[in-house]
Antibody, heavy 121, light 108 residues
């Protein structure tokens, strides 16, 4: 079955760090572009980061640039998001989203169910 | 930034009825790069439509997309029980990528 499964969410204090993971299965992960998209409570979906199949280039939304780092391990079919200096406004469900093409098309064919990150003291 | 406004916020319909959902952009979307997604509670979002009117793999033909420029529509010709969900449009024609606020289709 083609799927993405996120993990690593939880409660963290402001200024803290958290690392999210996304396990891919059922497709050739190393061939495709991957992204993280988040949705804060009651808000629209927000794209936050992109990584190419080869890990270069990488892009970030301005809201997370300098604080979040996306990476991938093609040998392990895994995508990660290291989140540092977390703020209350980072509270959201974080989705792993696949753009199943070798070059970005910027829409997302495959999504995980998401993992909830709550930033609160 | 392209702001996407979806209407109505909630659509109350019965199974078998036709649903018409609107997505209006604050400026013209380049090359008609607009997509639609379905979100059911607790489930992964699902790509329905890309390029305004192209159905994604495995999407039934009761789902159709139309429009151009700043006004776009998702139509569900006959609602099935599994279609009651939230539908979200996405601009991917310009940076930053943006999403609409969603339309909830609920059972009347």
């Amino acid at each position: 079955e083609v799927q993405l499964v996120e993990s690593g969410g939880g409660l963290v204090q402001p200024g803290g760090s958290l690392r999210l993971s996304c396990a891919a299965s059922g497709f050739t992960f190393s061939n495709y572009c991957m992204n993280w998209v988040r949705q804060a409570p009651g808000k629209e979906l927000e794209w936050i980061s992109y990584i190419s199949p080869s890990s270069s280039p990488i892009y970030y939304a301005d809201s997370v640039k300098g604080r979040f780092t996306i990476s991938r391990d093609n040998a392990k079919n895994s995508l990660s998001l290291q989140m540092n200096n977390l703020r209350a406004e980072d509270t959201a469900v974080y989705y792993c989203a696949g753009d199943l093409a070798r070059s970005p098309r910027w829409f997302f064919d495959l999504w995980g169910r998401g993992t909830l990150v709550t930033v609160s003291s | 930034e392209v702001v996407l406004t979806q209407s109505p916020g909630t659509l109350s319909l019965s199974p078998g009825e036709r649903a018409t959902l609107s997505c209006r952009a604050s400026q013209s979307i380049n090359s008609n790069y607009l997509a639609w997604y379905q979100q059911r509670p607790g489930q992964a979002p699902r790509l329905l439509i890309y390029g305004v009117s192209s159905r994604a793999n495995g999407i039934p033909d009761r789902f159709s997309g139309s429009g151009s420029g700043t006004d776009f529509t998702l139509t569900i010709s006959r609602l099935e029980p599994e279609d009651f969900a939230v539908y979200t449009c996405q601009n991917y024609g310009s940076s930053p990528l943006t999403f609409g606020g969603g339309t909830k289709v609920e059972i009347k």
